[in-house]
């Protein structure tokens, strides 16, 4: 039987079926919960539950691969079917089911005996159930967070994972279930191990596990079964070599490799509107947390808005909406009548003091909208902007009066529960800074927000050991990391702009390199193969500007690959230029690249910064070509030359820069025979 296969350790299970498990040995459900299934993943039979995403601290290739390919979503697992009607009859005779097998073997071999006529049931199969024929689940490395803060990660804003709702989940009746998993030293690989299994379980209730805990510490199984170093419920050890002197631990086993689990109330996720234009992304913005302060919350959050920080494009759409409760504990702290939490959300008065040149830096496309540090709302008046929102939008979100039309508004209490605004398309770019007025005083402040909203394409997302890829909506631009080029998850961020990528004038570099060899700015460690600054090529923009976050990160360019869409005329000469952290202008050498077809550019790349594809006419190189064969037919008996000079030949050219010019070659492309 699979409990059978269980590591129990030295935990007692009530039941010998799927009941009980080493962290539930009691048996207890909760629900239709099958504790048995919840505690395991990947499971050894058909579920319910669609996997989304598996989040690790260990998301190595192998482990990656081994979720994915055991998930239901794209493997069928087995299970002993029973007939119709043998259920049917025991319900209508209000007879018990004898536990179900869960082997082959045992599957074929069960007799279900025959009903009240003497008809006898037909034999149970063992059959494969149908895989949900969906995308495996993404393995990404998991967020660091501190324990006991709340999932808060080092930045200090809450962990979160970006989900792309897929189509399959179409239904007005969705769960979603979270479920981590807390393994200890104890288990070798972090528990991920085949041999894991209940031979290491305890021989009777009154002894230690056999999972070897002893070895860690240099000791024998006997010293380590003497001096206390055992796996089971608070063992006395002896720390101290030669002393009998004993200190209790406080371990139970039932808790060491554990699995937790939450789930969500029942939702429902609808159709995309028809209207709603391809290639741009729907933004879904709630309210978390609960009514009180922070000590009464707890292990739950104070209000806020989820995500509270947003960046979206214009043209993109955002679908704001959020729940509320009239029934959180009568003496929480909050404004508003007791027990009930509401929200709203307007924007905060405008920016009163300049920080980090926020007023000065200021164009149409980033207008700053209100400022966190304030706590007063702006005044609205028919020509506020937010996101392009209609004055009807801006009034209902800070009133909640499409679900209201009277009552004691103050302070919500008499709005709904839900709200809901609906999707609206953005339209206007810039900064906003928004509140909720309710819920922001001592005890529980404060409730703010903040969506950014550009005219570029962008795209993010964390790629990790397990390598990944990325793609601008527009299809522009993608990035690939192969499976090992990282060592740690990465949150990439990449960013269409218009322009053309320059290099730096003298005294630019000059500057550069004064504040790196005075500590002022780090010292770039370019590749070898980069051609930098007067050695580099120039040209017109072929693409736009393609900026790659974060712009520090060094990677192996084996295993890093960037396509960037470009247009050029085939007798064009290409190349792909970039822009460092620093920015160093350089060339990208023909063995970074990878394919040039005229309209995609698939090359290597060493870290983040900007790249672009340039190109020159071909007309120039031509008539250098001319002039240098009518020198050869003159000097035929004279000429000699070297492969060094040859590298040299190219359009000659002057550059001009605040009144000093200078001469320049721009050599020849490097698939012309000369």
């Known amino acids: 039987q699979w409990y059978q296969r269980r590591v129990r350790a030295d935990q007692n299970l009530k039941r010998d079926d799927a009941r009980s498990t080493r962290q539930n040995p009691q048996g207890t459900r909760r629900g239709y919960e099958c504790p048995e299934e919840r505690d395991y993943y990947p499971y050894w039979g058909p579920t319910p539950w669609m996997d989304i995403a598996i989040l690790t601290n260990n998301a190595t290739v192998e482990r990656c691969e081994y979720y994915k390919n055991n998930s239901e979503n794209v493997l069928g697992k087995f299970y002993c079917k029973y007939p119709d009607r043998y259920f049917i009859y025991k319900e209508a005779t209000n007879r018990g089911i004898k536990d179900i097998p869960i082997t082959k073997a045992e599957c074929e071999s069960t007799n279900l005996g025959a009903d009240a006529t003497g008809t006898a049931f037909a034999k149970p199969e063992w059959v494969q159930a149908d895989p949900f024929g969906i995308p495996p689940p993404e393995c990404v490395e998991a967020d660091w967070s501190r324990d006991n803060h709340n999932g808060n990660g080092k930045d200090g804003f809450p962990n979160q994972y970006n989900w792309t709702v897929p189509a399959h989940t179409l239904s007005d009746n969705c769960v979603l279930r979270l479920r981590y998993n807390i393994t200890t030293g104890e288990f070798a690989e972090g528990g991920f191990k085949p041999d894991l299994d209940a031979s290491l379980n305890a021989a009777n209730n009154n002894a230690a596990s056999k999972l070897d805990v002893g070895t860690q510490f240099g000791l024998t199984t006997t010293q380590a079964n003497a001096r206390g170093y055992v796996f089971e419920n608070n063992p006395d050890v002896k720390v101290f070599e030669g002393s009998n002197e004993e200190v209790q631990l406080a371990i139970n086993t039932a808790q060491y490799g554990r699995t937790f689990q939450d789930r969500t109330h029942v939702f429902a996720v609808r159709p995309k509107p028809a209207d709603v234009v391809e290639g741009q992304s729907i933004f879904n913005m709630n309210v978390r947390g609960k009514r009180g302060n922070i000590v009464q919350v707890y292990p739950a959050v104070e209000y806020d808005f989820a995500p509270n920080r947003v960046q979206m494009r214009t043209g993109d759409y955002i679908h704001i909406q959020w729940t509320g409760s009239d029934t959180n504990p009568g003496n929480n702290d909050g404004q508003g009548r007791q027990g009930t939490d509401r929200s709203n959300m307007i924007l905060i008065r405008n920016i009163t003091y300049d920080k980090e040149g926020a007023l000065a830096n200021q164009t149409s496309t980033n207008k700053q909208q209100g400022q966190w540090s304030s706590n007063y709302p702006i005044k609205i008046t028919n020509a506020t902007s937010f996101m392009g929102l209609t004055n009807e939008d801006i009034i209902a979100a800070a009133l909640i009066e499409q679900t209201q039309f009277g009552g004691d508004m103050e302070e919500l209490d008499d709005a709904g529960t839900y709200y809901n605004m609906g999707l609206r398309r953005i339209t206007t770019a810039g900064v906003y800074n928004y509140m909720c007025t309710r819920n922001n005083n001592f005890s529980n402040r404060s409730q703010k927000g903040r969506i950014v909203i550009t005219t570029s394409p962008f795209v993010q997302k964390k790629i990790g050991a397990s390598g990944g890829n990325m793609e601008l909506p527009n299809g522009d631009a993608a990035l690939t990391i192969d499976p090992n080029a990282l060592n740690a998850a990465v949150l990439f961020y990449i960013e269409e702009n218009k322009g053309t990528l320059k290099k730096s004038t003298e005294e630019e570099n000059k500057t550069r390199r004064r504040r790196q060899a005075t500590g002022e700015a780090k010292k770039e460690n370019l590749d070898k193969d ?80 900007k790249f672009q594809v340039l190109k020159y006419p071909y007309v120039p190189v031509i008539i250098a070509f001319c002039i240098l064969a009518i020198v050869l037919v003159a000097s035929l008996s004279v000429w000699r030359y070297s492969s060094s000079r040859t590298q040299q030949l190219g359009t000659r050219y002057r550059e001009c820069s605040e009144g000093t010019c200078k001469s320049r070659t721009r050599p020849f492309s490097n698939n012309l025979v000369y």
């Open 530 to 609: 980069l051609a930098t600054e007067d050695d580099a090529n120039t040209g017109t923009s072929a693409s736009e500007i393609i900026s790659v976050f974060p712009l520090e990160l060094q990677m192996n360019k084996s295993k890093a690959h960037l396509r960037i869409k470009y247009n050029a005329e085939t007798a064009d000469t290409t190349f792909v230029a970039m822009v460092t952290e620093q920015g160093t202008y350089a060339s990208l050498p023909d063995s970074w690249i990878e394919s040039m077809d005229g309209s995609n550019a698939q090359f290597k790349i060493a870290g983040g910064g």
